[in-house]
């Protein structure tokens, strides 16, 4: 049970750090890139990754470990 916590409150933190690093790249929007050339950076940027990674250990810790209690 507390490895499941521990799992799940560290998921939403890379969650929230990978989604604030997502919004905040919206600004080259603003700039003037196409969504398409959006998509393409946010697809080369390590720390966009870490949004996936974080919704993930979240799944895994919600409905991962279904050991029958």
Not at 6 to 18: K, Q, S
């Amino acid at each position: 049970m507390l490895f499941r916590t521990f799992l799940y409150l560290a998921g939403f933190g890379f969650a929230v750090a990978g989604g604030f690093n997502i919004i905040a790249y919206f600004n080259l929007l603003v700039m003037g890139a196409s969504f398409a050339e959006y998509i393409l950076f946010i697809l080369k940027r390590p720390e966009c990754y870490l949004f996936v990674v974080g919704v993930m250990m979240i799944s895994l810790a919600v409905f991962g470990f279904q050991t029958g209690e």
